[in-house]
């Protein structure tokens, strides 16, 4: 697993997770479940490494690996 995303690509992605937590609490109903959806780009971008990327062929990182 080659890291291929980026620093600030990183941070984008744990803030958009946030975001869709944040908005977990916000919504009031009983069909939240939109906002686990949010788990992947927490994933992602604590380890550096999207399988979407992989599979266009981007590389967000600037370390080439």
Do not use: H
Not at 19 to 30: D, K, P, Q, R, T
Request: aromatic content about 8%; proline content about 6%; glycine content about 10%.
């Amino acid at each position: 697993m080659k890291t291929n995303v980026g620093g600030i690509d990183k941070v984008l992605r744990i803030i958009a997770r946030l975001a869709l937590l944040v908005l977990l609490f916000i919504i009031e109903g009983s069909e939240p479940w939109w906002v686990l959806v949010g788990i992947m780009p927490l994933r992602t971008g604590t380890l550096g490494w999207c399988p979407a990327y992989t599979l266009v062929g981007l590389n967000t990182c600037p370390a080439k690996q």
